[in-house]
T-cell receptor, first 113, second 111 residues
Framework: NAGVTQTPKFQVLKTGQSMTLQCAQD?????MYWYRQDPGMGLRLIYY???????DKGEVPNGYNVSRLNKREFSLRLESAAPSQTSVYFC????????????FGQGTRLTVV | DQQVKQNSPSLSVQEGRISILNCDYT??????FLWYKKYPAEGPTFLIS?????DKNEDGRFTVFLNKSAKHLSLHIVPSQPGDSAVYFC??????????FGAGTRLFVKA
C-alpha cells in the first residue's frame, strides 16, 4: 500500500520552462491537495480538489494550474517557472474535505534557476 | 498576516521529560485543529486533532489542549523520546476547508 506517491522527487528547471508534478493516491480518497513549503512559512495550500471533477484555489494559486485526472491522480503544472517557485511541493489526500486528517506524499524538491 | 503562529522555531527537551509545543491563531472561525509531525525528507504525518467543541484530546503520549478564549492550543508529549525529534506543525481550518499551517517548531529530544 503506497499511500500518496509523487514524481519526480527532485527537479531543476530554468526560468521560463514548464513542468508537471504528478501525484497519485491508492486509498480511494475523494479529496486531494497541493501544498508548497518554504523556510519559515509552513505549508501553504496552492490548489485542492474536493472531489473528482472539481478544483479550487488555495492560498497561493498564482503561477500554477491543476488537473484532477481521475479519482486517483491530481497533477500540478507550472507553465512558466520562476525562481520564486523554488520550493518543496507536497501532494496530499484525505477521505473528504472536512474534519479528517490528510496523508502526504514525500515531496518534490523543485529548484528554478 | 499569519493566521496560525508557532512562535518557537525550536525546542530542546531531555528524554523522559514533557515537551510542550504551542500554537496561536487569529481566526475565531477556525473549528478544527490538527498537529502534524515531519521528519527530514518525508511528508508530514498526522499526529492528533481536536474539534472546537472539545478542550482536550488525548492519544497515548500525545495530548492536545485547546483554549478558545485565548485562541491558543498546545501539544504535550509525555514522556518525550528521542524518536519524537522532528518538526511539528500546527494547523487549523473552518470545517476542514483550506487548512492553514503554522511555520513549525523543531523539537530536539536529547537522550
Amino acid at each position: 500500500n503506497a499511500g500518496v506517491t509523487q514524481t519526480p522527487k527532485f527537479q531543476v528547471l530554468k526560468t521560463g520552462q514548464s513542468m508537471t508534478l504528478q501525484c497519485a493516491q491508492d486509498m480511494n480518497h475523494n479529496s486531494m491537495y497541493w501544498y508548497r513549503q518554504d523556510p519559515g512559512m509552513g505549508l501553504r495550500l496552492i490548489y485542492y480538489s474536493a472531489s473528482e471533477g472539481t478544483t479550487d484555489k488555495g492560498e497561493v494559486p498564482n503561477g500554477y494550474n491543476v488537473s484532477r485526472l481521475n479519482k486517483r491522480e491530481f497533477s500540478l503544472r507550472l507553465e512558466s517557472a520562476a525562481p520564486s517557485q523554488t520550493s518543496v511541493y507536497f501532494c496530499a489526500s484525505s477521505e473528504y474535505v472536512g474534519n479528517t486528517e490528510a496523508f502526504f506524499g514525500q515531496g518534490t524538491r523543485l529548484t528554478v534557476v | 498576516d499569519q493566521q496560525v503562529k508557532q512562535n518557537s522555531p525550536s525546542l530542546s527537551v531531555q528524554e523522559g521529560r514533557i515537551s510542550i509545543l504551542n500554537c496561536d491563531y487569529t481566526n475565531s472561525m477556525f473549528d478544527y485543529f490538527l498537529w502534524y509531525k515531519k521528519y527530514p525528507a518525508e511528508g508530514p504525518t498526522f499526529l492528533i486533532s481536536i474539534s472546537s467543541i472539545k478542550d482536550k484530546n488525548e492519544d497515548g503520549r500525545f495530548t492536545v489542549f485547546l483554549n478558545k478564549s485565548a485562541k491558543h492550543l498546545s501539544l504535550h508529549i509525555v514522556p518525550s523520546q528521542p524518536g519524537d525529534s522532528a518538526v511539528y506543525f500546527c494547523a487549523a481550518s473552518v470545517s476542514g476547508f483550506k487548512t492553514i499551517f503554522g511555520a513549525g517548531t523543531r523539537l530536539f529530544v536529547k537522550a
